[in-house]
């Protein structure tokens, strides 16, 4: 299990080796811990496992999801069992799709450019309409400079490391190009993230990486970052 050097931020996530997919969640320990993303109902026992390592899952105070797609928000109703007092926080597009998991409840809802402050982190909130899904959400913590950032910059490993300093750029395309598409619209969200000084990118799928960042962000806006930023 990683954690991030000094941030608080635990990599918790389940790798499936006969995909070559990950199903990735993190957890970040400050003042009101946060997870990102529950996991699918597959993986979020082992996801929940991983949890109880580092804190009390009835600690938890809130559970950010970039999107509410099954590898997402899949876990959630085996999280809020544990943690009834956690805050789910998503778009209000996403919140509507949370009865498909048998919760009926009022998310937190966040809107482009919102932030929550959890303690020494406080999470930023960007729009990232069709990178996955409709109404899906980019989160910045600004302390470590890390972007949970959805099926952006995801992408499938035949040899699993949590962190990757390799340039992956091209599965990171193959990926985009498989699971997103050419949306104009999700490349514009893209090419905004230039404005943020990301040192860690930590997708929903894939390891997190380290490296090339701005490389990774102009290859997923290119086309678009001439005339939009």
């Keep these: ?6 941030n608080g931020v635990y990599w918790i996530g389940t790798y499936i080796p006969a995909s070559g997919l990950s199903v990735n969640a993190y957890l970040i320990v400050d003042d009101l811990p946060t997870l990102i993303n529950a996991g699918a109902p597959i993986t979020v026992d082992r996801l929940i496992k991983k ?3 580092v804190i009390e899952p009835g600690d938890l105070q809130y559970i950010v999801l970039n999107q509410t797609g099954i590898d997402y928000a899949g876990g959630l109703k085996n999280l809020t069992a544990l943690a009834p007092q956690a805050r789910i926080v ?5 919140s509507y799709k949370l009865g498909l998991y048998g919760l009926f409840i009022q998310p937190l809802i966040v809107q482009d450019e919102d932030t929550l402050n ?3 982190n406080t999470l930023h909130f960007y729009s990232a309409p069709f990178v996955g899904s409709p109404d ?3 989160a910045y913590a600004d302390l470590g400079g890390i972007l949970f950032s959805g099926e952006a910059f995801s992408t499938t ?3 699993w490391n949590t962190v990757s300093t390799h340039d992956l750029t091209e599965l990171i395309e193959a990926y985009y190009d498989t699971h997103v598409g050419d949306s104009e619209i999700a490349r514009d969200s893209i090419v905004r993230l230039k404005q943020l000084d990301i040192r860690l990118i930590a997708p929903g799928h894939g390891p997190m990486l380290k490296n090339y960042v701005h490389k990774y962000i102009d ?7 001439s005339t939009l930023y």
Excluded: P
Excluded at 219 to 225: D, P, W
């Design 136 to 138: 899906a959400v980019y």
């Design 1 to 6: 299990m990683f954690q991030s050097n000094k």
């Design 51 to 53: 949890l109880n390592t």
């Design 157 to 159: 490993a035949s040899r």
């Design 118 to 120: 959890i303690g020494d």
């Design 219 to 225: 290859a997923l806006s290119k086309g678009f970052a």
């Design 90 to 94: 998503t778009s209000e597009y996403e």
